[in-house]
């Protein structure tokens, strides 16, 4: 029953912007840290940003200053607004949990991955 479902993917011209929801359901999301991660065509599954049950934030090197990640716990949501969107942008994009402390933006400490979005910029 523990699910997580990503939304708002698209296409959308480079430098625009574009809103990723992940919502949970099933389970309490307050509890759980909650990382977005993408995987472009071609490429391995890649972390992009993570936000802690206490609201830190973390952003992957390529997408810092152009991405950024909330939380709204009543909605059980977390957010990914994308702003500046280039090409190497694209990709399929899932969100996931983690209950380790001090989890990392890695892949291997998530779990309960969501189908994924799509978010397409062309060249």
């Known amino acids: 029953q523990v699910q997580l479902v990503e939304s708002g993917g698209g296409l959308v011209q480079p430098g625009g912007s574009l809103r990723l929801s992940c919502t949970a359901s099933?389970?309490?999301?307050?509890?759980?840290?909650i990382g977005w991660f993408r995987r472009a065509p071609g490429k391995e599954r890649e972390g992009v940003s993570c936000?802690?049950?206490?609201?830190?934030?973390h952003y992957a090197d390529p997408v810092k200053g152009r991405f950024t990640i909330s939380r709204d716990n009543a909605k059980s949501t977390v957010y990914l607004q994308m702003k500046s969107l280039k090409p190497e942008d694209t990709g399929v994009y899932y969100c996931?949990?983690?209950?380790?402390?001090?989890?990392?933006?890695?892949?291997?400490?998530?779990?309960?991955w969501g189908p994924g979005t799509q978010v397409t910029v062309p060249s």
């Open positions: 996931a949990r983690t209950w380790m402390a001090r989890a990392t933006i890695a892949p291997a400490d998530f779990g309960s």
């Open positions: 099933g389970f309490n999301m307050s509890y759980w840290d």
């Open positions: 936000i802690s049950r206490g609201g830190s934030t």
